[in-house]
């Protein structure tokens, strides 16, 4: 059974920060790319960042560059967002999604807001 977990959302700060994970289960992890969404209230879901499989490659939106960092440990089938300097625009629900030849797995999301 696939399964894609994440945590560590929360309440925080305008300028704060936060790391979420997401574990996963049931696939071969380190044959998928990994990436992190969002989704805002009203607002379309969209990719904030990604890492290939083996962690040598990563990429950001334009909207998060030099504030989030992507991070993965094969050996604990786990993906990382560090999230750094927080706004009040970042607050959605991040969800984690795992993509393999073949398949696309999602987690359930974990919701972020940032607030003061």
């Known amino acids: 059974q696939v399964q894609l977990v994440e945590s560590g959302g929360g309440l925080v700060q305008p300028g704060g920060s936060l790391r979420l994970s997401c574990a996963a289960s049931g696939f071969t992890f380190d044959t998928y790319a990994m990436s992190w969404y969002r989704q805002a209230p009203g607002k379309e879901r969209e990719r904030v960042a990604r890492?290939?499989?083996?962690?040598?490659?990563?990429n950001y939106a334009d909207s998060v560059k030099g504030r989030f960092t992507i991070s993965r440990d094969n050996a604990k089938n786990t993906v990382y967002l560090q999230m750094k300097s927080l706004k009040p625009e970042d607050t959605a629900v991040y969800y984690c999604?795992?993509?393999?030849?073949?398949?696309?797995?999602w987690g359930q999301g974990t919701q972020v807001t940032v607030s003061s």
């Open positions: 890492i290939s499989s083996a962690g040598g490659s990563t």
């Open positions: 999604n795992a993509v393999g030849w073949s398949a696309v797995y």
